[in-house]
Nanobody, 118 residues
Framework: QVVLAESGGGLVQPGGSLTLSCVEF????????VGWYRQVPGHPREVVAR???????EYGDFVQGRFTVTRNNANNTVILQMNSLKPEDTAVYYC????????????WGQGTQVTVSP
């Protein structure tokens, strides 16, 4: 059983910064790809940033150097630092933890709202 607990969402002005944190309760963190997705109503969930167990990082094309994702295997956390936020970054952000081997499974947090508005 894996449970993901997110924190750090909220309201921020355009150009501002937010930090999202996610703690995984379980025993799979070291072996999983962990990261963040986001979703707006009427659109599919999309990758924001994710890190494989070996350290390879992938960012969504829209990030363009504004966000940084890090993981800490010692305390089962994954952090998303978001800078230069834009109104189009407004979405619900979800933490994820996905197994890299069979049986393939993705675990999700409950989601945290990020709103970028003047």
């Amino acid at each position: 059983q894996v449970v993901l607990a997110e924190s750090g969402g909220g309201l921020v002005q355009p150009g501002g910064s937010l930090t999202l944190s996610c703690v995984e309760f379980g025993h799979l963190f070291d072996y999983n790809t962990v990261g963040w997705y986001r979703q707006v109503p009427g659109h599919p969930r999309e990758v924001v940033a994710r890190i494989r167990s070996g350290g390879t990082i992938e960012y969504g094309d829209f990030v363009q150097g504004r966000f940084t994702v890090t993981r800490n295997n010692a305390n089962n956390t994954v952090i998303l630092q978001m800078n230069s936020l834009k109104p189009e970054d407004t979405a619900v952000y979800y933490c994820s933890s996905a197994t890299e081997n069979w049986p393939f499974r993705t675990y999700w947090g409950q989601g945290t709202q990020v709103t970028v508005s003047p």
